[in-house]
C-alpha cells in the first residue's frame, strides 16, 4: 500500500476516535450543542453530572464555559456560590459572571459582554446536593455542612479531572461569594491535605478570591448595621444604640436573641426602618415587583422589559428559564426527575446553622503560608456583607501574618475612572473594593469585576493609573 494511503488510514482512525471521546478529550455526552434562545458563540460548553458517592447516588450538577479565546492557554477557575444552599449555575454561571444572562422574556440568553471566561476557563457547580440540580438517593445526604461539602467538592474535582484530564496541568484559581467565604478557604484546606499526602496528582492551586464573604460572623453581623447608619438609612440613636450596646461575640448565626434586650430591640427597628422596600444586597438599586414579573412572563411570549441598566428582576427571568424543560434537556440536567422545580437556593436542604460561626481566618493563614495569593473583594453597596467587616478582617489576617502594607490604601482605575480602591499585604494578601458594586458584585458592575480578575488571574496589581496602556476591553 502507498504511503500516502498509510497516512490517509492513520488520519482517520484519530478523527474516529476523538469523535467517540469528544473534542480534545472532552467528555462527548456533556457537550452542551446549544441552549434555547442563545447568541452563537465559538467556544464550547459542557455541563452534566458527576457521582461524588455511587453507594448512595449523590451526584453533584455542574456547568463548564471554555474561555472565548485561546482556550488551552487559560487556567481553570472555579466559582462557587454561597447561601448555604444557593445555585452557582443559577447565580454565578447566567445571572454574574459567566457568559449569558436570561433575556426579559424569560425563554432565550443573552450575551454577557463582561463575562469572565474572557480571562480563564469556567467550572461553575451546585453544591452540595440539594442544590438545584444535585441529588442523592439517600435522605440523610441533606443534612449536611462545611465539612461534608468540602470532601465532596474534593471528590469531585477529582472525577472532574477524569472527564477533562487536560485540566490536571492547568492553574486551578478558586473563586467564589458570600458563604463560599466558608466553602471556598476549606475546600482549598483539603486539596491542600489532598496534596500534601499524594505522591501521584497534586492541584496547581495559583489563588483564591472571594467577594463579600462571611469569614466572621461576629464583625461581619456587627458590619451590617454600621453600614446602615453611615449610609443614612438608621438614625444616629438606633445605629449607636446598636453600636454601643450589642455585644457581636456572643451573636450567633441565626439565633441573635443571646444578646441584651435593648440591643434587640434596636436591631428589629433597625431591620423594620430598613424594611421590605430595600435590596440589602445592593442598598442603591429599586427593588423588582415579582407579581408583575411572572404575570408579564407566563402571559407575553415576548416581553420587551428589561430595565435601564442592571436587570432588577433578572432572578426572576432565570427561575422561569431553567424550568423550561427544553432548557433542562440542553444542559443535560435533572435526569432523576426531582418532585421539585429548580430554584435558585435550596427548599431541600438541612444545613448546619453552627457552622456559619466557624472563624475562617485561620484557614486563609494557612492558604497564605503556601505562597497561594489570596484576594477579598467588596462590592461597597452591600450591606449583608459589608465592606466594613471584610476590610478589618483583612488588616487583621494581616497583622497576624506579619506582613506590612506593600500598597497603600488607594484608588484602583478601569477605563480613567475610579474602579474602587484598594490595599495589598505581604505582596500575598490584597482587600480591594469595586466602586458601585453590590454583594453580587459582577452582577452590579460587569466591567469592573473583569477587571479585577483579570489581574487577579494574571498575578498583576490593579491598576493605579487613569491612562491604561491598552483598552482594557482588548486584554485577551
Not at 444572562?101 to 461553575?124: E, H, I, Q, T
Not at 466553602?183 to 496528582?201: D, E, R, W
Not at 443535560?332 to 429548580?342: D, E, I, V
Not at 444545613?351 to 484557614?363: A, F, R
Request: charged share 20%; with cysteine; aromatic share 14%.
Amino acid at each position: 500500500m502507498e504511503w500516502w494511503r498509510w497516512w490517509l488510514l492513520v488520519v482517520v482512525v484519530v478523527v474516529v476516535m476523538m469523535m467517540g471521546r469528544g473534542v480534545q478529550g472532552y467528555p462527548e455526552e456533556d457537550l452542551v450543542v446549544g441552549l434555547p434562545g442563545q447568541p452563537k458563540v465559538e467556544f464550547r460548553q459542557y455541563a452534566g453530572y458527576v457521582d461524588v458517592d455511587t453507594k448512595t447516588g449523590k451526584s453533584l450538577f455542574y456547568y463548564f464555559a471554555e474561555a472565548d479565546s485561546n482556550a488551552s492557554k487559560k487556567p481553570l477557575t472555579l466559582w462557587l456560590n454561597g447561601g448555604p444552599g444557593c445555585s452557582s449555575i443559577g447565580g454565578g454561571a447566567f445571572t454574574e459572571l459567566g457568559p449569558f444572562y436570561p433575556r426579559g422574556d424569560g425563554r432565550g440568553l443573552r450575551r454577557n459582554k463582561k463575562s469572565w471566561n474572557k480571562a480563564s476557563n469556567l467550572l461553575f457547580v451546585e453544591s452540595p446536593v440539594g442544590v438545584g440540580w444535585s441529588y442523592s438517593n439517600r435522605s440523610s445526604d441533606y443534612t449536611c455542612g462545611d465539612e461534608s461539602t468540602a470532601n465532596d467538592m474534593h471528590v469531585f474535582l477529582l472525577r472532574w479531572y477524569d472527564k477533562f484530564p487536560e485540566f490536571k496541568s492547568r492553574d486551578l484559581f478558586l473563586t467564589g461569594e458570600s458563604y463560599a467565604g466558608h466553602y471556598i478557604p476549606q475546600l482549598a484546606n483539603v486539596l491542600l491535605n489532598h496534596n500534601k499526602h499524594s505522591t501521584g496528582f497534586k492541584f496547581k492551586i495559583k489563588g483564591v478570591a472571594i467577594g463579600n464573604p462571611l469569614l466572621k460572623l461576629d464583625r461581619d453581623a456587627a458590619a451590617t448595621y454600621e453600614f446602615f447608619w453611615s449610609h443614612g438609612m438608621i438614625s444616629d440613636e438606633i445605629g449607636l444604640t446598636i453600636m454601643n450596646q450589642c455585644d457581636f461575640e456572643d451573636y450567633v448565626f441565626l439565633s441573635p436573641h443571646n444578646v441584651s434586650e435593648s440591643c434587640n430591640d434596636a436591631i428589629e427597628k433597625a431591620n423594620e426602618i430598613v424594611g421590605d422596600y430595600i435590596n440589602n444586597y445592593d442598598v442603591i438599586i429599586d427593588v423588582c415587583y415579582p407579581a408583575i414579573v411572572e404575570q408579564e412572563l407566563r402571559l407575553r411570549k415576548y416581553a420587551t422589559k428589561i430595565s435601564v441598566g442592571v436587570d432588577v428582576c433578572m432572578t426572576y427571568e432565570r427561575h422561569f428559564y431553567f424550568n423550561l424543560p427544553e432548557v433542562q434537556h440542553a444542559l443535560h440536567a435533572n435526569r432523576t426527575k426531582l418532585p421539585y422545580s429548580w430554584s435558585m437556593c435550596s427548599g431541600v436542604l438541612n444545613y448546619s446553622d453552627t457552622d456559619p460561626n466557624i472563624d475562617i481566618l485561620p484557614l486563609l493563614k494557612r492558604i497564605i503560608k503556601h505562597h497561594i495569593p489570596v484576594w477579598i473583594f467588596s462590592g461597597d453597596q452591600d450591606s449583608v456583607v459589608p465592606f466594613l467587616g471584610s476590610r478589618t478582617l483583612v488588616r487583621e489576617l494581616a497583622h497576624d501574618l506579619k506582613f506590612g502594607v506593600t500598597v497603600p490604601y488607594s484608588a484602583w482605575f478601569y477605563k480613567g475612572q475610579v474602579g474602587g480602591w484598594a490595599t495589598e499585604y505581604g505582596n500575598l494578601l490584597t482587600f480591594a473594593t469595586v466602586r458601585g458594586a453590590a454583594h453580587m458584585v459582577p452582577f452590579a458592575q460587569p466591567a469592573r469585576a473583569l477587571r479585577l480578575f483579570r489581574s487577579f488571574v494574571n498575578g498583576q496589581r490593579l491598576p493605579n493609573t487613569t491612562y491604561p496602556s491598552i483598552d482594557d476591553d482588548d486584554l485577551q
